[in-house]
């Protein structure tokens, strides 16, 4: 093993035990029924700082998921949801998802989309603040969930692209997410797969391009539409039952402390976003923390050893959106997420420092963390701990109908890899994973 590489070993050792430490708890259930087959989501880690926690997550035998029609759902979104203009079709979104299952587009051809958009954990990455990327390099924000990204007219934490085609070069070239070299050399590795040359012949008529690979993926993401929550069947189709007492109180607690000003929704469907970038105090409040050197490592469940030398905090050199702009006044503004499926998707923020929606819901009550530079409508709110309570009940109802059915379907794309067969047709996922049951194996969760 080359320098190199025993150094990426390191950081990735070292981001997977930190990363356990400070990982978010999973608000949803660790394993939900969906469609006949069983998901599930990882190890919340609850408990992880007791030295009698026992892990939740377990060994899954592969499973074949079932498959959705995800065209009809991008043609009629669910309720709560504006329609699409250009909805993908069902070629498109096929394609799209098989290589957003695809370890074969990183350079080493071991990392894949969907090893930080886990379908079982919201499309997002429930377990680490920030996820680890390229040979164990560091990365530096938190994966973003990608339900109903297709209404987002800017992308990523800082806002810096505007086309869901484009963006996906970012991630494919950067060092530390999937470390491809060129976009040439990306091309190169996709066109090598006999399957994929007659798959994007057939969906586009000049095959494939750095175009059309960015067409494919965002195709699948673009289906990706939850919505028709206990609050959509409350506020929008009348159901008085849909919600419960507490989170009633909370939509009143949201709407009367001003929180749609940046969550904006209306009468007609609800995004929960004004799409703009603000200052929310987050930033600051993360160097605050930072500022003060750890006192002990926390090596495994239980076992936190004293450090004997000093171990400042990485410095993760993150200016927000004035990185795109130059311009000083966007220093640390980051764009606003929705709010859907919010109660999925810990760890918050754009650095994952905030583990809970109660812990987020606290932060915006005292004020954002105290940033002089912060948006002038960010004040103390002065809710009382039973609003609290209330404004974390109705996030929670804004969680879509059907999250399980969705992940359940991303595991119906055969996952490709290095070596793996060309033939990667659901009938030869299928096929695949009967054979690997019936010869007992059994591989951790996750893509």
């Known amino acids: 093993m080359g320098v190199r590489a025993r150094h990426r070993m390191l950081i990735f050792l070292a981001v997977a035990l930190l990363g356990a430490a400070v990982g978010a708890p999973l608000v949803a259930a660790s394993a939900r029924q969906a469609d006949g087959i069983r998901v599930g989501t990882g190890d919340p880690r609850s408990g992880y700082e007791s030295s009698s926690f026992e892990t939740r997550s377990r060994a899954l035998k592969l499973e074949t998921g079932t498959a959705l029609d995800l065209a009809g759902l991008a043609r009629n979104p669910p309720l709560g949801l504006p329609s699409l203009t250009d909805p993908p079709d069902s070629e498109l979104i096929n394609l799209g ?24 954990q919201a499309f997002a990455q429930n377990e680490l603040a920030t996820p680890v990327g390229f040979e164990g390099a560091f990365v530096r924000r938190n994966a973003p969930s990608i339900y109903n990204v297709a209404y987002l007219p800017r992308l990523f934490h800082d806002g810096r692209e ?65 919505g028709d929550s206990p609050f959509d069947r409350w506020f929008y189709a009348g159901d008085g039952t849909a919600m419960s007492p507490a989170a ?55 076992v936190r050893v004293p450090l ?39 760890p918050y923020m754009h650095d994952g420092s905030l583990r809970t929606l109660a812990a987020v819901v606290a932060f915006y009550n ?19 701990a039973g609003e609290q309570a209330d404004l974390v009940a109705w996030l929670e109802a804004l969680t879509g109908s059907n999250v399980d059915a969705l992940a359940a379907d991303a595991r119906s794309a055969p996952i490709g890899d290095r070596g793996a067969s060309n033939n990667a047709g659901p009938a030869a996922a299928a096929d695949r994973a009967a054979a690997e049951r019936d010869a007992g194996a059994e591989t951790i969760e996750g893509p």
Not at 99 to 117: I, K, P, V, Y
Not at 332 to 339: A, E, I, K, N
Not at 368 to 380: C, Y
């Open 308 to 346: 004997a030398v000093s171990v400042p905090a990485p410095d993760r050199q993150d200016e927000g959106l004035m990185e795109i702009t130059g311009n000083a006044a966007d220093r640390w503004r980051y764009r606003t997420p929705g709010l859907r499926n919010v109660a999925l998707t810990a």
């Open 162 to 226: 505007s086309s869901l085609v484009a963006q996906i070069w970012s991630p494919l070239l950067a060092d530390n997410e999937m470390g491809n070299g060129s976009r040439a050399e990306v091309l190169e590795r996709i066109r090598q797969q006999t399957d994929y040359a007659d798959a994007f012949a057939a969906v586009f008529p000049n095959g494939l391009t750095e175009a059309t690979l960015g067409e494919a993926l965002a195709g699948y993401q673009r289906a990706l539409l939850s």
């Open 366 to 384: 005292d004020g954002a963390g105290g940033d002089p530079g912060r948006d002038q409508s960010l004040v103390p709110l002065g809710l009382s």
């Open 248 to 302: 009633k109180r909370g939509f009143f607690v949201f709407t009367e402390a001003g929180c749609q000003r940046c969550h904006a929704f209306d009468h007609k469907h609800a995004l929960f976003t004004d799409h703009g970038a603000h200052r929310t105090g987050v930033e600051f409040a993360s160097r605050e923390r930072e500022a003060t050197p750890p006192s002990h490592l926390q090596l495994a469940p239980g």
């Open 97 to 120: 998802r098989r290589l957003f299952f695809d370890r074969r587009l990183s350079a080493n051809e071991t990392l894949s989309c969907g090893m930080c958009h886990v379908p079982e």
